[in-house]
């Protein structure tokens, strides 16, 4: 089963339910971090890294005593990351989308493909039988895409894998729970919360995702998430509740379950319900 713990914002507890609900589990689970920009969960969990490979993309390579400079590739690039000046092409990296079009349309072949490394996927062993896979982005890289795609192609075929997606509601996101079984949404009852708590509802509508809810800092006071759940007809899983004990854990990188382990059969409780549901 194949779950992936959105949420919107940073911030609103999207690895703290993750981290805690893989440490709840048992069995052999893989845990992806598909956070590529900022990873952090290999900072919670105890681990030993036991692989790594780095990621490449292909970008062109111009050899300009070929070029004719006939504007064809410039023309083709829907992203603009080729300009033809007078006497010479400007190649804009950063712009630059991997798709292969601008070789393709070159009469003298004077555009080859080479490799560009632009992050790097770890594989580790962590604590309480965790497979954990995280990818780093290099620095500067604009596009976070081909590592999160990496890091997502080492899911289990069997078994439980759990993916930490990144913050916001745009492309990366998109491409950390396309095609999941189920997509766990936390939030925060706070207007900020709500507010990506829509954008979230709407992208995995869009997805035809099979989605809940987990709100997190429950009790803050705000009762909009919860009227919007309500109206829209959508299933709140759990609550974890808005408390000084779990704070101070989580700021000290505990994971709260293994401080209050009747949390642990709280998370397993829930996640029997995704998989009867």
Request: aromatic share 6%.
């Amino acid at each position: 089963m194949l779950v992936a713990v959105a949420g919107g914002k940073g911030g609103c507890g999207k690895t703290t339910v993750a981290v805690n609900l893989s440490l709840s589990l048992e069995g052999q689970i893989k845990f992806l971090d598909c956070d590529v920009e900022e990873p952090n969960v290999h900072l919670l969990l105890k681990h030993q890294t036991v692989w790594e490979k780095f990621v490449t993309i292909s970008i062109p390579s111009f050899n300009m005593e070929k070029c004719l400079l006939c504007g064809k590739c410039s023309d083709f690039c829907q992203y603009n990351a080729i300009a033809q000046l007078p006497n010479r092409l400007l190649f804009f990296q950063e712009l630059c989308h991997s798709c292969g079009g601008c070789k393709l349309v070159c009469p003298v072949e004077a555009i080859k493909e080479v490799e560009k490394t632009v992050g790097v996927v770890r594989g580790c062993r962590a604590e309480n039988n965790l497979s954990l896979v995280y990818g780093v982005l290099n620095v500067g890289e604009p596009r976070p895409i081909p590592v999160i795609e990496a890091v997502r192609a080492e899911a289990n075929s069997n078994g439980i894998t759990i993916i930490d997606v990144p913050p916001g509601a745009s492309c990366p996101v998109v491409a950390s729970i396309r095609g999941v079984d189920h997509l766990l949404l936390v939030t925060e009852p706070t207007p900020m919360g709500l507010h990506d708590l829509a954008l979230m509802v709407d992208i995995a509508r869009m997805l035809n995702l099979r989605f809940t809810v987990i709100v997190n800092k429950a009790g803050l006071g705000e009762d909009g998430v919860y009227d919007f759940c309500r109206r829209k007809g959508i299933p709140i899983l759990m609550e974890i509740p808005y408390t000084k004990e779990i704070a101070e854990l989580y700021s000290q990188g505990i994971p709260f379950v293994k401080a209050m382990p009747d949390w642990k059969e709280k998370f397993r409780e829930a996640f029997q319900s995704l998989q009867e549901g």
